[in-house]
């Protein structure tokens, strides 16, 4: 299983096909005992995953540059 976020987007993509490309696992499954460590393990993904991708806060919304393969068309 995946389980996918798309940063910096604000639309609505229920009813639409979408590809994604796996670059890299970030971390396996985990259970957390309260909704602050997993709303902490959230925001520690979060930026795992954009040093992978290389991209910093709201720079991927709508890109079409070579940082994200496949993201928008790439």
Do not use: M
């Amino acid at each position: 299983q995946v389980e996918t976020h798309i940063f910096d987007f604000d639309g609505d993509l229920y009813g639409l096909t979408i590809r994604v490309d796996v670059i890299e696992r970030l971390r396996g499954d985990a259970k957390f005992e309260h909704l602050d460590a997993l709303i902490e393990q959230l925001r520690k993904d979060e930026e795992a995953a954009r040093a992978v991708l290389r991209l910093e806060p709201r720079d991927c919304a709508r890109a079409s540059d070579d940082r994200a393969p496949g993201a928008w068309g790439n």
